[in-house]
């Protein structure tokens, strides 16, 4: 089955600097990549998305790119602010076998001000 | 409109007792999944729905069973705890022809 491994699992960041957060995945089948964002005792939501047929996708502050020859793809996050500290998360999904998605592990961003 | 409801928010139960966790939504969404969230694991699928009495195994269905009588509803049962459950449990809701998935608040759970 797929597989999707994400790095760093930690990253601490000044205020205003970037931020980026890599995944990889397994199975060349997958093409829907989206990006989860989890604040203290809350259920995941979406931030990103982006699909095989798109190689970058922006939305204001935040960015994700996908290299499909290469099976990794990355979240941006520029001019960070206290809000951003979080954990993130990658994830993939092969659409025509039932919407499961199959997450990374996982990354806590902080951001210092 | 509440979206997804997940109930108990805490539990703390003993091993060998049956637990059932709900799941509720309000959008008529077909797809239902149930995850689960550990330290270094991040979420795993444990069990999904498509519709309304359609249900399949994800990559951890093992110790779990799950029923969906109606589109709304979509309750997860530990049949016999075990330490191991002890988790997070978060469900998610899909409409068709959609990939975006919304996640509820989540159920955390303690097994002694």
């Known amino acids: 089955g797929e597989n999707v491994e994400q790095h760093p699992s930690t990253l601490s960041v000044q205020e205003g600097d970037s931020a980026v957060i890599k995944c990889t995945y397994s199975?060349?089948?997958?093409?829907?990549f989206p990006w989860y964002k989890q604040e203290l005792g809350k259920g995941p939501q979406l931030i990103i998305d982006?699909?095989?047929?798109?190689g970058e996708k922006k939305d204001q502050r935040i960015a994700v790119t996908l290299n499909k020859t290469a099976k990794h793809f990355s979240l941006h996050i520029t001019e960070t602010q206290p809000e951003d500290s979080a954990v993130y998360f990658c994830a993939a999904m092969i659409k025509a076998a039932g919407n499961k998605l199959t997450f990374g592990g996982g990354t806590r961003v902080l951001v210092k001000p | 409109d509440a979206g997804i409801t997940q109930s108990p928010r805490y539990k703390i139960t003993e091993t060998g007792r049956q637990v059932t966790l709900m799941c509720h939504q309000t959008w008529s969404h077909s797809y239902m999944f149930w995850y689960r969230q550990d330290l270094g694991h991040g979420l795993r699928l444990i069990y999904y729905?498509?519709?309304?009495?359609?249900?399949d195994k994800g990559e951890v269905p093992d110790g779990y069973v799950v029923s969906r009588s109606k589109t709304e509803n979509f309750p997860l049962t530990l049949e016999s705890a075990t330490r191991s459950q002890t988790s997070v449990y978060f469900c998610?809701?899909?409409?068709?022809?959609?990939?975006?998935?919304?996640f509820g608040p989540g159920t955390r759970l303690l097994v002694l």
């Open positions: 199975d060349s089948a997958s093409n829907y």
């Open positions: 982006i699909r095989s047929n798109v």
């Open positions: 729905s498509a519709a309304a009495d359609i249900t």
């Open positions: 998610a809701t899909a409409g068709t022809g959609t990939e975006t998935q919304y």
